[in-house]
């Protein structure tokens, strides 16, 4: 064993073997012509166009604003306690429902917003929000 000498045998071979090349495409070849007629012998079949739009309902928004004395008002209306419960039921009832927005007055009792949200749970309003004012910085 010298060092610094290679033998014939250890000679790097210059030479792509092209043999596994050849043997990969006509492989491909044969998948190729036995697929092609398969594909061929299809059944047309025409199906029937549906157009899928989507429903744009918005459900509408109830305003109902509680004021610094006390009393309610929807969407702008001033209404008692016995009409506010009357309307939310009726709302309730329509399909979509519509969404309840309360806004209480800054100085109003929590007692007037508990009972309003007390009975939009009677009415089965399922969305309630409420309207925050940002405080002055």
Known sequence: MAFGT????????NEINMTPLVDVMLVLLIIFIITVPVMKHSVNVDLPRAENVPEETKPET??????SDGSYNWNGQAVTDAELEQKLQ?????????????????DVLYEKVAQAMAAAQRSNIKKIGFITEQAAK
């Open 62 to 67: 109830i305003q109902l604003a509680i004021l």
């Open 90 to 106: 009726a709302e309730a009832a329509k399909e979509p429902q519509p969404e309840l927005h309360i806004r209480g007055a800054r």
């Open 6 to 13: 290679q033998d014939e045998s250890d000679e790097v071979m």
